[in-house]
């Protein structure tokens, strides 16, 4: 018997992890410590920016992130951090169905000033690997500076200062 035909490879189904980003910049934050990292005074105001990712399943299996899948390196990873608190934030151990996406709230909440990097790495079962975002903001303190006329008020009488914003770092 005589067999012809024309052969096919079978496909594999995988999962396939793309971002919309593959770093950030958060520009300028107010840091939570001084220059050398010591505590800022009580009160003294600091702030948070958060970056949206989106991350999406391009491939034709169900992408599932590692149960460690989000981790932070580089010189000043403790300045990121995640928001899984958010509606469809990815979560370590979730899964993301082909096309489907959910989404990484990135923060950065700068404890030491001048510039500020790290790297996000996100692992899954995509056979290509880890994926990584670069990171990277600038921590600034505001120190502030009165005049002499606030060491003794005149009771009932307006007194005017200057505020000084010095970027230490």
Known sequence: VNLTGTGSTATTASPALSLTTNQLDFGVVIAQGGPQGDPLPS???????????????????TLTF?????SFSGADPGDFVLDSTQANACTAGASVAPNGNCLLYVVFS??????RTATLTIASNDPAGPKSVALAGIGMNVFYQFGASLASPEPGVPQCFDLVSNSVG
């Open 110 to 115: 700068p404890v030491g000033t001048s510039n």
């Open 66 to 70: 590692a149960s460690n899948g989000f």
């Open 43 to 61: 009160g003294t105001p600091t702030t948070t920016k958060s970056i949206l990712v989106i991350v999406t399943n391009t491939g034709s299996a």
